[in-house]
């Protein structure tokens, strides 16, 4: 056998070095993903979460699931508390950095209908085919419906989701709603045509309403307003559906008053100044 045929046999040292590169992508990508998956557990469990916990739901192993926690707590992005590990300081400076103009605006308004009604006050924003809850003001009750930041829900079952849902064009909804509408509680609307006769009725009100179509025992009402960067927002107030029935009526004058305000603010800041 020649020289020559025995070098093609052999890996150049340019070869071993892109192996090795590749390789070392390859573990960058898979901690990336495991503490992905870590922090989304932690962000559906704002009380807390153990480290078997965490492993339990991120399908991790516990000796994994302590070493990516450990770095991420040294980087601010986890915090350890009494009653488990919660999102950390740093974690929480980049979402509220990746605040829009529009959602800044939006605070003071949620604010101040949380105050005013006594319950937990949502924003949420379209993201593909499920609505996501972006900030949140929760009420000063011991009962109270709260959902954590970051967290999809499916549209067609949640107030803010049909809230959405009716504002958008036939091409735009035929786009993000799903053939198949799951079903969660016995209240969940799976027939399509019965959607689309509910989405006529919030087209004509304004208000969407979640009775206990997602959750059983929590009701909600919700109302969509578009961003100036065309982005869809949605308000909404969830509540225990014991609070809910029979004060539909308050519930719906007091958040069709708020996005009436946010409209009409979005409106000045867009009217330019006379000279």
Known sequence: MSAMAKNNELPSNNDARDGLKESNRAVDVQVISRAAHILNAIAENPTGLSLAQIAALSSLSRST???????????????????????????????????????????????????????????????????TFIDQVIAPRRLRAVSATGVSFPLHCTAPGKAVLAALDDRSLARVLSDRLERFTPSTITDRDALEADLREIRRTGVAYDREEHTLGICAIGSALRAPHGSWYAISVPLPAQRFYGQETRLVDALSDTVERIIAQQVDEETPYST
């Open 65 to 131: 699931v302590h070493r990516i926690v450990v770095a991420l707590c040294r980087q601010d992005f986890l915090r350890a508390t009494n009653s488990g590990y919660k999102l950390g300081p740093a974690f929480l400076r980049l979402a509220d950095a990746s605040r829009s103009n529009f959602e800044h605006l939006i605070r003071p308004h949620l604010l101040e209908l949380s105050h005013g009604l006594r319950e937990t006050v949502d924003l949420s924003e379209l993201t593909g085919n499920t609505i």
